[in-house]
T-cell receptor
């Protein structure tokens, strides 16, 4: 079974600084997808970024980028120029490839990010 | 606007009183699922559906039922709710093959 581990329950960063959230996962599959979701106080789950395992290039979305290390099974999220609106719980998630039936998301336990003004 | 809707958003009920949480998506997605979120546990999948009339258990299906009679709707049914089902519930939908899941706004359920 796949597992996703987020070892930092809480992180904080000064506004305008850069922060990196860690995520590791365990799988025996070669075809899969990785995601970071953001959950602000509104509780809405918002997709931040997506990475396909077969792509070596790290995904980027504006101030958000990932460091995907497939051999190490590591998928960290870097937030540059942190803003107050980035304060939220961040979840790392794994999704199986299309040939394995249930394509459920397996989530980590989350990292709560606080932005210090 | 592309979205997943859930109703109700908040519900307080008593043990044993049957309830249904509705979920609807307007994106023509094949895949739909229900998750529950509990502190320190992240989100865990309850049930999923690959298409109309195709449903199966996720990781924590005990005490829940679902149906998928139409592509857009995927209701979650608690036949006899118990206090350990107090949680935050999310419905989600997506295309298959690695597409991201889009989540509804969540339903906060309290069972007394």
């Amino acid at each position: 079974a796949q597992t996703v581990t987020q070892s930092q329950p809480e992180m904080s960063v000064q506004e305008a600084e850069t922060v990196t959230l860690s995520c590791t996962y365990d799988t025996s599959e070669s075809d899969y997808y990785l995601f970071w979701y953001k959950q602000p106080p509104s509780r809405q789950m918002i997709l931040v970024i997506r990475q396909e395992a077969y792509k070596q290039q790290n995904a980027t979305e504006n101030r958000f980028s990932v460091n995907f290390q497939k051999a190490a099974k590591s998928f960290s999220l870097k937030i540059s120029d942190s803003q107050l609106g980035d304060a939220a719980m961040y979840f790392c998630a794994y999704r199986r490839g299309p040939n394995f039936g249930n394509e459920k998301l397996t989530f980590g336990t989350g990292t709560r990010l606080t932005i210090i003004p | 606007e592309a979205q997943v809707t859930q109703n109700p958003r908040y519900l307080i009920t008593v043990t044993g009183k049957k309830l249904t949480v509705t979920c609807s998506q307007n994106m023509n997605h094949e895949y739909m699922s229900w998750y529950r979120q509990d502190p320190g546990l992240g989100l865990r999948q309850i049930y999923y559906s690959m298409n109309v009339e195709v449903t199966d258990k996720g990781d924590v299906p005990e005490g829940y039922k679902v149906s998928r009679k139409e592509k857009r709707n995927f209701p979650l049914i608690l036949e006899s709710p118990s206090p350990n089902q107090t949680s935050l519930y999310f419905c989600a939908s997506s295309l298959l093959a690695g597409a991201p899941e889009f989540f509804g706004p969540g339903t906060r359920l309290t069972v007394l």
